[in-house]
């Protein structure tokens, strides 16, 4: 059983960067592909970043590519999602899943393939 735990979460202000991270318990952090989706009020969870076991692979929804980085520490079980020149439209609970199937260099942008979930951090950007 893998536990998740976000934090980093915050309110900022338009333009400003803010960066999450997720800490994992309970497995083997270097079998797991991440991911990070977030849900804004009103609206469906969406997929947001998402990087391999190894960190070698990583991949983006095309409206945070080039705002967001995905990235992950084997050693510290910690993945992060560095976030800049945030929008309104970024406001949302962000959650960080864990794929205990995934082979090597996989990583899925479908939250079905994702085992485990974090309870989620909310961000909040200011216009």
């Known amino acids: 059983q893998v536990q998740l735990v976000e934090s980093g979460g915050g309110l900022v202000q338009a333009g400003a960067s803010l960066g999450l991270a997720c800490t994992a318990s309970g497995g083997t952090f270097s079998r797991l592909a991440m991911g990070w989706f977030r849900q804004a009020p009103g609206k469906e969870r969406e997929f947001v970043a998402g990087?391999?076991?190894?960190?070698?692979?990583?991949l983006y929804a095309d409206d945070v590519k080039g705002r967001f980085t995905i990235s992950r520490d084997n050693a510290k079980k910690t993945l992060y999602l560095q976030m800049n020149s945030l929008k309104f439209e970024d406001t949302a609970i962000y959650y960080c899943a864990a794929d205990d199937d995934a082979i090597l260099f996989t990583v899925h942008a479908t939250a079905d393939y994702y085992d485990y979930w974090g309870q989620g951090t909310q961000v909040t950007v200011s216009s």
């Open positions: 990087i391999n076991r190894n960190g070698r692979n990583t």
